[in-house]
């Protein structure tokens, strides 16, 4: 559950121990009615975010556009909810295509190298690794 920055839905609770004071945080109900800012937002739908009088009549927010919603999946009836449990995503594109990726930038040359840093101790740790190997197979 989200968190307002009102503090509406949700309220502090002093836990007490044997040698310390805890906070926790714990969700408010009142009288099991969603009456939370967040849950009125998502309930309302997109008409109102196209009306300027019902953003808002001072003009301090502007409307969206009716030009933006032809362009758009979603629809004027759709809830905030709705469009929020689909990530508000208008279109998910996937189709790779490396052809045409190789093809578009069309290197003549292709190489790859790899760098192996090895340090002191890597090196001396294989010389004693070899080095005990050979002593075993003439010991042996």
């Known amino acids: 559950m989200l968190m307002?920055?009102?503090?509406?839905?949700?309220?502090?609770?002093?836990?007490?121990?044997?040698?310390?004071?805890?906070?926790?945080?714990?969700?408010?109900?009142?009288?099991?009615?969603?009456?939370?800012?967040l849950e009125s937002i998502f309930h309302t739908t997109l008409q109102c975010f196209y009306n300027q009088q019902c953003t808002d009549s001072t003009n301090a927010f502007k409307s969206i556009k009716m030009s933006f919603l032809s362009r758009s999946r979603f629809t004027i009836n759709q809830t905030i909810e709705s469009l929020v449990n689909e990530l508000m995503t208008e279109e998910v594109k996937y189709d790779i295509d490396y052809?045409?990726?190789?093809?578009?930038?069309?290197?003549?040359?292709?190489?790859?190298s790899y760098i192996d840093e090895a340090n002191v101790i890597e090196g001396v740790t294989k010389l004693i690794g070899w080095y005990g190997s050979l002593v075993r197979l003439f010991v042996e």
Do not use: E
């Open 4 to 37: 307002t920055m009102y503090l509406t839905n949700w309220a502090f609770r002093r836990v007490l121990s044997t040698n310390d004071t805890i906070i926790h945080m714990s969700p408010l109900s009142y009288n099991s009615c969603g009456c939370y800012s």
């Open 99 to 112: 052809r045409n990726y190789f093809d578009g930038c069309s290197p003549s040359l292709c190489i790859y």
